[in-house]
């Protein structure tokens, strides 16, 4: 298997513009996660779905961010407007219920 | 709410020194337990897990982990660290009531030549 495939793999936006990192999880897994990766705050869950469901988006952190997964295969995470602030590393992940997560290899979003 | 606790931000040792990071987690109930390691510049990988069974679990890389359900823990252990081994070093717990993954704050692991 390909593993969790993530694009782009990395993003240098200008503030105010729209970023949409999207995410292909591993055949057969039925739960997606989206991770937040920065020196400050660490490694932050923004959302994660279930059978194409979000389960629980609590730790989205404003409504400029959104998610959506249209079927099992593809998952869109997009920040509108982009802000400063916004660099990361956005990590998605994937696995079977009661198993481990797999991650993809990260989108490195700069935003100046 | 649960959470994790790594006790130490970064441990420093000499090729061939043990290793033991602590991991402890607050939840009373049944739990799925990890370790995942983040190589410089690289995504997490699944390191280990622990959902029941034998409490010492044996991972990839010549890790292993002991789970002591009294005490809270899950501590990571290698008897001989190599300067490849220099990473940061995540614990994570998961309960059986939903799917998302509670990590540590993350110990990073530096190992001189």
């Known amino acids: 298997d390909a593993g969790v495939i993530q694009s782009p793999r990395h993003e240098v936006t200008e503030m105010g513009q729209e970023v949409t990192l999207r995410c292909k999880p591993i055949s057969g897994h039925n739960s997606l996660f989206w991770y937040r990766q920065t020196m400050m705050r660490g490694l932050e869950l923004l959302i994660y779905?279930?059978?194409?469901?979000?389960?629980?988006d609590s730790g989205m952190p404003e409504d400029r961010f959104s998610a959506k997964m249209p079927n099992a295969s593809f998952s869109t995470l997009k920040i509108q407007p982009s802000e400063p602030r916004d660099s990361a590393v956005y990590f998605c992940a994937s696995s079977l219920e009661y198993a481990g997560q797999y991650f993809g290899p990260g989108t490195r979003l700069t935003v100046t | 709410a649960q959470s994790v606790s790594q006790h130490n931000h970064h441990v420093i040792l000499s090729e061939a020194a043990s290793l033991e990071l602590g991991c402890n987690y607050s939840?009373?109930?049944?739990?799925?337990l990890f370790w995942y390691v983040q190589y410089p510049g690289q995504h997490l990988q699944l390191l280990l897990k622990y959902f029941s069974g034998d409490p010492l679990v044996k991972g990839i890389k010549g890790f292993e982990a002991e789970f002591i359900k009294s005490k809270f823990s899950f501590n990571l252990r290698k008897p001989s660290v190599q300067w490849s081994d220099t990473a940061e070093y995540f614990c994570?717990?998961?309960?059986?009531?939903?799917?998302?993954?509670?990590f540590g704050q993350g110990t990073e692991l530096s190992v001189k030549p």
């Open positions: 939840y009373g109930g049944t739990v799925n």
């Open positions: 779905f279930n059978n194409n469901v979000p389960i629980d």
């Open positions: 994570a717990v998961k309960d059986n009531q939903g799917g998302k993954l509670i």
